[in-house]
């Protein structure tokens, strides 16, 4: 698959995730939609590992650290989200998880010391947040605090993500190790820790028919195994900074496949802090320009779905 192809399916699977954990939840709970998401996405990377004769890293240490990213990038964020859209439309848990990049900076100018905040990443991040607050703004607040509490739990997954960016690049980045083989051992790691839990998990019993099924599947295979390997192909390909832009338009495959297919109803603020959303991660982040060289800039987040 060409790398365009490969950024439009990247945006979809992630964009779409989202509407597959709400078809998921109506029979499964959040605990058993993870259990299920990252059992299947770990089969679909074993399935490349094979194909491509790519190799386990051995190094204990190494499996120590990606625990900690599997943990921070996989188990939390992904039950945060799964119990999030019980009380939330998928296409808000969509617009949310779009805050990935301005939590990760936030994160990365506390932990990193080559990481400064100038006013173009300040005015990005004041943007970003300010898009937040409407998001949250009279409906959040009048929603309940269920409502309100979902939309915390969204912003505690992003925050999940910004951490694990920043560990990945500060510890596993540099060792320069192969995409495919990273993205494995990490969602590996992940499934066995569901697997582990599956006593706790197997109340109440799951309901599965043809839709929920076909949703697991594509959160699993699409959404979390495969997903991983097309972002890492297109990092290779075009430079950390044009991957990026999978992150304006995840939000927006989100919100589309919630009204189509789930019905839905947009309400003015969603768009609007959307649009702030996306201003703020320009302003900060920079917009996408041609690579010219050999990757060289930063590490930039990338956000998964």
Partial sequence: MRIGAQFVALACAWGSSFLFIKVALDGLTPAQVVWG?????????????????????????????????????????????SWAEQHLDSGMASILNATTPLLTLAVSTAALADERLDRRRTTGLLAGFAGVLVLIGPAGLT?????????????????????????????????????????????SIGAVIMLAATPWLAGPAPRVDAPIALSMLALGGLSTGLAYLWNN?????????????????????????????????????QPLG????????????????????????????????
Avoid at 66 to 74: G, H, I, K, P, Q
Avoid at 154 to 182: K, Q
Avoid at 283 to 294: L, W
């Fill in 143 to 187: 929603g309940g605090s269920g409502h309100l509490l979902a939309q915390l739990a969204c912003l505690g997954a992003t925050a999940c993500y910004g951490v694990a960016l920043v560990y990945l690049r500060r510890f596993i980045t540099p060792r320069g190790l192969p995409a495919v083989s990273v993205a494995f051992v990490q969602v």
């Fill in 37 to 81: 998401r990252l059992v299947l996405g770990a089969l679909a990377l074993c399935a490349v590992m094979a194909v491509t004769r790519s190799r386990i890293p051995r190094d204990p240490g190494l499996w120590l650290r990606l625990s900690v990213v599997s943990v921070l990038l996989c188990v939390v964020p992904f039950l945060l989200f």
């Fill in 233 to 269: 192909n297109i990092v290779q390909a075009w430079g950390a900074v044009n991957a990026s832009a999978v992150t304006y338009l995840t939000p927006v495959v989100g919100v589309t496949a919630g009204v189509l297919l789930l019905g839905e109803r947009l309400s003015w603020n």
């Fill in 274 to 305: 959307a649009a702030l959303i996306i201003a703020g991660i320009m302003a900060a982040h920079g917009t996408p320009r041609p690579v010219a060289a050999p990757e060289a800039e930063r590490e930039k987040e990338r956000v998964p779905g």
